[in-house]
């Protein structure tokens, strides 16, 4: 069983930065990919980031390339994303997702086994 916890939302200025951080459980953290998606009010989950097991090269959604890093720390059982250059329609709840069975990156929600309870970011224009 793996349990994400998510904290470092907040409410914020358009142009303001934010760093989200997921703290995870488990002894096989390292072997996790790890994604962070996004649910914005009336709209469906959409990918965000994702770095593999081995810390490769990390996917990003297009809407976020160049504002958004994503990283992790093995040692500490924790992912963090970097959000820079906010904008309004980055207002969501971010969540923090763990792919136990296969290392690789996904920008699908589904192939996510486990999921944090999610942070509220708020971009005021």
């Known amino acids: 069983q793996v349990q994400l916890v998510e904290s470092g939302g907040g409410l914020v200025q358009a142009g303001g930065s934010l760093r989200l951080s997921c703290a995870a459980s488990g002894r096989t953290f390292s072997t996790y990919a790890l994604g962070w998606f996004r649910q914005a009010l009336g709209k469906e989950r959409e990918f965000v980031a994702a770095m593999g097991w081995s810390g490769s090269i990390p996917d990003y959604a297009d809407a976020v390339k160049g504002r958004f890093t994503i990283s992790r720390d093995n040692a500490k059982n924790t992912v963090a994303l970097q959000i820079n250059s906010l904008k309004p329609e980055d207002t969501a709840l971010y969540y923090c997702?763990?792919?136990?069975?296969?290392?690789?990156?996904?920008?699908?929600?589904?192939?996510?086994?486990?999921w944090g309870q999610g942070t509220q970011v708020t971009v005021s224009s």
């Open positions: 997702a763990a792919r136990l069975n296969n290392g690789v990156t996904s920008r699908f929600a589904d192939h996510y086994a486990y």
